[in-house]
């Protein structure tokens, strides 16, 4: 309990022997600064029992009591997380006993011998002098460490090998261990990029601090994380180096941000299409007309003319009227479906081409998992995705991998192929209309596919390396209704 000043101190005294208590506590009555109440006890365990009702504001303790120490009682308070200032009263000098004492927690002692109450009240001033600014300490330490815990970022110290001191849970949950397995580890040695990671801890020697560095956690799980990170190096009292490390996550904010991209350049090219639709239809219409016209009079082979010009006319607008389909997005009915089904479903349809190939299908797809979706539409969205992944791969070497993932906020369908890949440029351009790589392919399976998928709220994320293969995320949102 913190004292203040013009308040009653109680005061426990500690002693086997009914004497010494007396003379003690007539040398307290004599302290003329402080108002003490004072009550004796004369055993260990009394005391201890004493202890916990908490209503004391120090101890004065002695140093024998019976099988027992003042210095055990010391000990034995604090781990019974008693929290009272003790101050130990020894039989006679010995250095070994005080010492020992001090470092079991006494805040102070005194000899018999020379108790007088100048000594007292100072012994006394002392250790409530201390208790007060030990509890300042302990007052902040708990506000940083809550900050620590409570953070949303990840947070680490580390010893000068680099190895875990003290890590909190938003770090755990990111490197995926129990707490137990990372203390004591060394830190770069929990990430597959450890080498990179070490680099990185070790740039902080040079420049003493490191300032929202971005870089990428390649977890051990095969997992990444993309954040800033922020090091500092101190030195502890001792003047040995420890590291503090802060680690923002921004792996979800660059997808949103990708998918974000992905979704403007789609809207600009909506409107692109939609002016040189309207530009081209118009001219096309007088054409059409006009060859009707010119229909009524008589030339030789005016016919066969006419009728390649009028052919080829409707060809432009047939196809132009396609490219407009394949951006329009209808007033889709979006129902709770199961999305095992569903990708079963369209799965039928592509059954031949995956056989004509000798492509391996693995799936992974929880039986439950419902979304909401238009059935039909999105069926055909999907197909693009598989038939494009079927036509990536090689004869006999493809393995295509169907994966339904339930997360936080999302249900991510993600679709793998080990084919040809793209490269930067290509993955750019991917849902551009007429955008393809393929002798006899149109290049509108994917941009049609958008439109669709942006009508279920879905993101695209795209992972792909050339040569290895390509990997498509579409995450559904996750509702409730
Ligand atoms: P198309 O299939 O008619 O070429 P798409 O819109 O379906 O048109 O696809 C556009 C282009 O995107 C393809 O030509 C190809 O270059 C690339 N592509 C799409 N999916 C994949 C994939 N899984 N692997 C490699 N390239 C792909
Ligand atoms: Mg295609």
Not at 4 to 30: H, K, M, Y
Not at 276 to 292: G, K, M
Not at 349 to 376: C, F, H, P, W
Request: one cysteine or more; a negative charge.
């Amino acid at each position: 309990m913190l004292v203040t000043a013009g308040q009653t101190f109680n005061i426990l005294v500690v002693d086997d022997d009914e004497d010494d208590f007396f003379i003690t506590s007539s040398l307290l009555a004599e302290v003329s600064e402080y108002d003490f109440k004072v009550s004796w006890c004369p055993s260990y365990k009394g005391a201890l029992a004493q202890l916990q009702t908490n209503l004391y504001n120090l101890v004065l303790a002695d140093y024998r009591l019976g099988g027992k120490t003042g210095a055990d009682l010391i000990e034995e308070a604090i781990q019974n997380g008693i929290d009272i200032p003790i101050i130990l009263l020894t039989g006679k000098g010995n250095v070994e006993i005080d010492k020992n004492a001090m470092d079991r927690g006494a805040y102070d002692y005194l000899l018999k011998s020379d108790i007088n109450p100048q000594s007292l009240e100072r012994s006394i001033r002392y250790a409530f002098t201390r208790y007060k600014s030990l509890k300042a300490v302990q007052k902040s330490e708990n506000k940083y460490r809550a900050m620590f815990e409570n953070s949303k970022d990840a947070m680490f110290t580390l010893n000068e090998k680099l190895e875990v001191v003290d890590i909190n849970d938003v770090a755990i949950t990111i490197i995926g261990l129990e707490k137990t397995q990372v203390t004591g580890e060394a830190f770069y040695k929990l990430f597959k990029n450890e080498i990179e990671i070490k680099e990185i801890l070790l740039e902080v020697d040079e420049y003493n601090e490191l300032i929202d560095e971005e870089i990428m956690l390649q977890i051990l799980d095969g997992n990444e994380r993309q954040g800033l990170l922020t090091l500092t190096c101190e030195k502890d009292a001792e003047a040995k180096r420890y590291y503090q490390g802060v680690f923002h996550d921004i792996t979800e904010l660059k997808k949103a941000e990708q998918s974000n991209l992905l979704a403007e350049k789609f809207e600009a090219t909506q409107r692109f299409v939609k002016m040189l639709a309207h530009e081209i239809r118009n001219p096309l219409n007088n054409i059409l007309l006009s060859i009707d016209n010119l229909n009524t009079f008589d030339y030789s082979n005016k016919d066969v003319y006419i009728d390649i010009v009028k052919r080829n006319s409707l060809r432009i607008n047939d196809l132009i009227g396609k490219l407009l389909e394949s951006f329009k997005i209808v007033d889709i009915e979006l129902e709770r479906v199961n999305f095992k089904d569903l990708i079963q479903d369209a799965l039928v349809s592509i059954y031949d081409r995956l056989t004509l190939k000798g492509v391996v299908m693995k799936k992974q797809i929880n039986e439950l998992v419902t979304i909401k979706a238009d059935e039909e539409r999105l069926k055909l969205a999907l197909v693009n995705f598989f038939v494009n992944a079927i036509e990536a791969m090689e004869e006999n070497k493809g393995i295509l991998l169907i994966t339904v993932v339930e997360k936080q906020s999302t249900i991510d369908l993600i679709i793998r192929d080990n084919g040809c890949g793209m490269d930067e440029s290509q993955q750019q351009r991917l849902f551009e209309p007429y955008f393809t790589t393929k002798k006899t392919g149109v290049g509108l399976g994917l941009s049609s596919a958008m439109a669709i998928l942006r009508s279920h709220n879905a993101t695209v994320e795209i992972e792909s390396e050339v040569n290895k293969g390509t990997a498509f995320t579409i995450g559904f949102p996750k509702s409730k209704f």
